[in-house]
């Protein structure tokens, strides 16, 4: 089995939201699995990187990559991750988004200053949501 | 009854099913792509959710998206809709296992009638006759030359994981099959990701006849009749219509009893559709559609059903509405399906209507049909006492509905109707291509 052929099975598996593929074919075997399964019933916290970012004014909103439920906070009795007027670092966690069972923490991309959350404790955010406003530093 | 549903889809469908849900007194919200955020769909739905970008595999597509936005807009139920993930066992049974009502049949259900081979077992247990050929995947070249002898030339390749016309290679000599398997397992994997192909007699004249049916998920279960779906183009449907000019009353009687068996065999929930190829005086199986299909206005105009709310109501694990099968056919039902040819901006819009005249759409003045989406412009469904006057009506529906901006292949239709062939009755799935022989098929 060539390189090149391998390559086409990974990018299937890209193209096609799914997290493993066999391939069976005389004396070849291959399996191709995912790291980070789409759908899992884990409680881990693996970050969500691909922010959707948007500019207003003279400030930067960051956008929901998901559907789910915001949470300000790690967990029910921890303080938030940010507040209003918090300058946060790049890699630093913003809020959490559960989507299927699974807490998916959204990481700042860029060092930034809060200048709004836009949305609730336990509220829904849709697709492509707004979620912070923030001026980037 | 589900007191809350979650459309997981767009277009015409989810126009559909919102008009159902509301006849229901369902509350319905809507999951729809940013590219969809001006939809009539949108417009209609109780509530709405932004599941994803304009591309299918990042909404339509997205079972984390479409679930999480079910829980959290607190549905009971997800309406999976047509294509995107209606026939998707593993989404079915994510929905299921998430404590929401998947509305359509059981997940095992569905993975079952995925697979062809599988599926065209279950026929065989259930006394249905299926094309001559393999009933297992073709292991090597020697086991495909010895399954082609018997079947006879020409076979048909099917990919087992296909479906819907898709995966299936035609081989008219021995010598032709060394290189179609290879082909054909190539293919089957990078389409299907499973390379697992069968043998079926290909039949070079046939006629697609399909039989409504709607299950209890307990055993029991009613056909509505069948549909004609011989005018195609590429296995794209253009026009259904019910009854069929194929088939003789005795095999009506035939076919409706063996889909009707074969759903109650199969404990089958909802809405489905049981397809057949007819040829020669002969009907044989050729698979389940696990989901309500595009074409079922025809169904539901002949027999005073509509379908999408039985689907709600066997959903909710509620008496279905029908108490019986299609007693007999005293009507002529037609559907014509609206394409568009090209994306674009829909500028001037006049839908036909009038005596016996439907129209199902989602277009308006200004609406802008979408690269990323399937072609579908409107269904127009025509319903009266006889075929010739349902051709004729059809025709000054056709004359009506007038579409500026984006081109359609109302012209097309307008041709099918009027051609000798189709006014008889007699032709078969090559009318397109004989009407328009330089628009060619795609090569398979």
Redesign the interface.
């Known amino acids: 089995m060539q390189t090149k052929e391998i390559q086409k099975i990974i990018d299937l598996l890209q193209q096609n939201n799914i997290n493993e593929i066999e391939y069976k074919e005389k004396d070849i075997y291959i399996r191709v699995k995912k790291d980070a399964p789409v759908y899992t019933h884990s409680a881990e916290t693996p970050p969500i990187k691909q922010e959707v970012v948007e500019q207003k004014n003279n400030h930067t909103i960051i956008k929901s990559p998901i559907v789910g439920t915001f949470y300000r906070t790690p967990s029910p009795d921890s303080p938030p991750y940010v507040e209003k007027g918090s300058k946060v670092k790049k890699g630093d966690p913003l809020c959490t988004i559960e989507a299927m069972k699974l807490m998916n923490q959204l990481i700042a991309e860029f060092d930034c200053e809060i200048v709004s959350i836009l949305v609730n404790q336990a509220n829904l955010v849709e697709f492509d949501q707004p979620l912070f406003e923030v001026t980037p530093l | 009854m589900i007191k809350s549903v979650f459309i997981a889809n767009r277009g015409e469908i989810a126009v559909r099913i919102i008009r159902a849900a509301k006849d229901l007194h369902i509350t319905s919200v809507l999951g729809y792509s940013?590219a969809d955020k001006d939809s009539l769909a949108y417009r209609m739905a109780d509530k709405k959710?932004?599941?994803?970008?304009p591309k299918s595999?990042?909404?339509y597509?997205?079972?984390?998206?479409?679930?999480?936005?079910a829980?959290?807009?607190k549905c009971d139920a997800i309406h999976p809709g047509v294509g995107f993930l209606s026939e998707n066992a593993d989404f079915a049974e994510?929905v299921t296992s998430?404590g929401l009502i998947f509305i359509g049949p059981d997940s095992a259900t569905i993975r079952l009638l995925g697979d062809k081979i599988a599926s065209r077992n279950v026929a065989i247990e259930a006394g249905v006759p299926i094309t001559p050929g393999s009933t297992k995947a073709v292991i090597d070249i020697e086991d495909a030359y010895t399954i082609a002898k018997e079947v006879g030339y020409p076979i048909m390749l099917k990919a087992s994981a296909g479906g819907g016309g898709r995966g299936i290679r035609i081989v008219r000599n021995e010598k032709e099959l060394p290189h179609a398997l290879t082909i054909s397992?190539t293919e089957a994997?990078?389409f299907f990701?499973d390379?697992a192909v069968h043998i079926e007699k290909y039949l070079d004249h046939p006629r697609h006849v399909e039989v409504q049916l709607m299950g209890d998920g307990k055993g029991g279960a009613f056909h509505l009749g069948e549909r004609d779906c011989s005018v195609q183009h590429n296995h794209q449907k253009l026009i259904e219509e019910s009854p069929s000019t194929a088939i003789s009353s005795l095999m009506r009687k035939r076919m409706t009893d063996d889909a009707v068996r074969l759903c109650s065999h199969l404990h089958y929930k909802g809405a489905g559709t049981v397809e057949f190829l007819v040829q020669d005086n002969e009907y044989y199986f050729m698979e389940v559609n696990a989901r309500v299909q595009v074409e079922h206005p025809v169904s539901e105009v002949v027999n005073f059903v509509d379908i999408i709310k039985e689907q709600f109501i066997i959903a909710s694990n509620e008496k279905m509405s029908m108490t019986s099968s299609l007693s007999s056919i005293q009507s002529h039902a037609i559907e014509v399906r609206i394409n568009a040819l090209q994306a674009g901006i829909i500028k001037e819009l006049h839908l036909p209507s009038g005596p016996w005249v439907r129209v199902d759409s989602h277009i308006f003045r200004g609406y802008s049909v979408s690269p990323y989406y399937d072609a579908l412009l409107a269904k127009i469904i025509v319903h009266t006492a006889e075929r010739q006057e349902c051709i004729d009506i059809m025709l000054r529906a056709l004359d009506e509905l007038e579409i500026e901006g984006v081109a359609t292949n109302k012209d097309e239709q307008i041709a099918i109707l009027t051609s000798k062939q189709f006014r008889s009755g007699a032709f078969t799935t090559q009318l397109y291509e004989q009407l328009f022989p330089t628009k060619g098929e795609n090569d398979e």
């Open positions: 940013t959710v932004c599941i994803g970008g595999s990042e909404s597509l997205n079972i984390s998206n479409i679930i999480s936005g829980i959290a807009s994510i998430s397992k994997m990078s990701m390379d």
